[in-house]
């Protein structure tokens, strides 16, 4: 499974690129809106730091606004796809955007069906927002495995992004259930990293080391 990372910070995306397991990056417009820099100047730096998609999402609410947006976006760098909230002007854009060889993300996802019908219309990615989901009582993980077993029931091509991730086992989760990229947050990677038993594990490591040095 790929890893995003999800954010618009750039000393956060420099630092987990930096670990070398970093696959791409989604932003939306909160995100955004906590970096003070307009979108435009935010993905051109992200392009430049990191070699994979980068979703940048368009504020038009009818298809021509979306595709002329997204055209305008496209133009910043190849490795950035067109994200679009799922809705009917959402669809006619993702046709337009696809046929012209742009990659559009079809995100604010929350059912098979609206992830079916993304993909109909040629989306590269669709994203689930699995904590939202969870916020209200559903189980969002449920909707993963739900999405993937249609979309390799049909050999759909469109790439799963599980997005919304709250926690670790929500990670783990995506993975099995078959989904092709986890976009998570920065503190979400970091406690990925964490066991209390590898904590343990090295600080005796280097006690017995230290200790054999003193015989
Ligand atoms: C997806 O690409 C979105 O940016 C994101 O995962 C939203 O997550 P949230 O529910 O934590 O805002």
Avoid at 80 to 102: D, F, Q, V, W
Avoid at 142 to 154: D, G, H, K, V, W
Avoid at 155 to 177: D, K, Y
């Amino acid at each position: 499974m790929k890893i995003f990372i999800d954010t618009a910070n750039i000393e956060r995306i420099k630092e987990i690129n930096d670990w070398g397991i970093l696959d791409g990056v989604t932003t939306n417009p909160s995100l955004i809106a906590k970096e003070g820099k307009d979108l435009k100047t935010i993905v051109t730096e992200i392009s430049q730091i990191v070699d994979g998609p980068i979703s940048a999402e368009v504020m038009s609410m009818d298809a021509e606004g979306m595709v002329a947006e997204g055209l305008e976006l496209a133009k910043i760098h190849p490795n950035i796809n067109i994200k679009l909230p799922m809705c009917i002007e959402s669809l006619k854009a993702t046709k337009i955007l696809s046929s012209k060889g742009i990659k559009v993300n079809v995100t604010l996802i929350f059912s098979a069906q609206q992830a079916l019908l993304a993909a109909k219309a040629g989306a590269a990615f669709v994203s689930p927002f699995v904590g939202r989901l969870d916020d209200i009582g559903i189980d969002g993980t449920a909707l993963l495995s739900e999405i993937s077993t249609i979309f390799n029931n049909y050999g759909i091509q469109t790439e799963i992004i599980a997005a919304s991730i709250r926690n670790p086992i929500h990670v783990s989760t995506a993975a099995l259930a078959g989904c092709d990229i986890a976009t998570i947050p920065y503190d979400v990677l970091k406690m990925m990293i964490s066991h209390p038993k590898t904590t343990e594990g090295i600080n005796k490591f280097i006690a017995d080391y230290e200790k054999s040095k003193k015989n």
